[in-house]
Nanobody
């Protein structure tokens, strides 16, 4: 079992930055695919980014603005969010999977472990 706890959300103005953290426990994440998803009010949860070994993938909506990174020694994954827009407002979730598929990394069904989420709000 992997337990995930997100932190770092908050309120920021458009154009600003936030760094989200996801602290994992129960297992070492070095062999896990670690992803970030988000869910805005009234919308379905959507893929944001994933890190697996030396590979990273991003949704088109955040590519070039967000960066996913991991510190395996701290068992922590980060999501650096820059040039934030009001449409980035959402609850952000961290997810983990011991399995990775380049065909399904964007699907939340690939990830059995989830955090409770952290709210990020971008004001215009």
């Amino acid at each position: 079992q992997v337990q995930l706890v997100e932190s770092g959300g908050g309120l920021v103005q458009a154009g600003g930055s936030l760094r989200l953290s996801c602290a994992a426990s129960g297992r070492t994440i070095s062999n896990y695919a670690m992803g970030w998803f988000r869910q805005a009010p009234g919308k379905e949860r959507e893929f944001v980014a994933v890190s697996c070994y030396d590979n990273t993938y991003y949704s088109d909506s955040v590519k070039g603005r967000f960066t996913i990174s991991r510190d395996n020694a701290k068992n922590t994954v980060y999501l650096q969010m820059s040039s934030l827009k009001p449409e980035d407002t959402a609850v952000y979730y961290c997810a983990a999977s011991s399995y990775f598929s380049s065909n399904y990394y964007y699907s939340d069904s690939m990830y059995p472990y989830w955090g409770q989420g952290t709210q990020a709000t971008v004001s215009s």
